[in-house]
């Protein structure tokens, strides 16, 4: 994926499994930052979804924090209806790779990440 700076309105849309187990593989951001995550019906279980970062894929996964030492997470996901969950992109700013981690144990469940080009 390239970003371009030229079209900042544009989000790029990336898919995350969460899978068998509670976290998905790394996604490359690609330059740019996530702005939120689109969540589809009757797929998710669990009621949060939190964020591990690294500046490289076989890097270590650490637990994204908010400057205050806050999880930076969405909670009380509903799977009620396809929902869009937006995100202060100054959270990832910084990061080059992404791990979704969800609060239970699920099938397999795809998630659309919407990034923005960082200008």
Do not use: C, W
Not at 101 to 107: D, K, P, Y
């Amino acid at each position: 994926m390239t970003l371009s700076f030229h079209d900042p309105v544009v989000s790029y849309n990336v898919t995350a499994a969460i899978s068998t187990s509670n976290t998905s593989a790394a996604v490359n951001l690609g330059g740019g930052t996530l702005v939120g995550v689109f969540v589809s019906t009757d797929t998710h279980k669990g009621t949060t979804i939190s964020f591990q970062g690294a500046t490289h894929s076989t890097a270590n996964f650490v637990n994204v924090l908010t400057s205050t030492g806050n999880t930076v997470s969405i909670t009380g996901v509903s799977t009620q209806a396809a929902r869009y969950y937006a995100l202060d992109p100054t959270h990832f700013l910084g990061l080059q790779y992404l791990k979704l981690v969800s609060s239970s144990t699920q099938e397999t469940t795809n998630y659309t990440l919407a990034i923005r080009p960082v200008a």
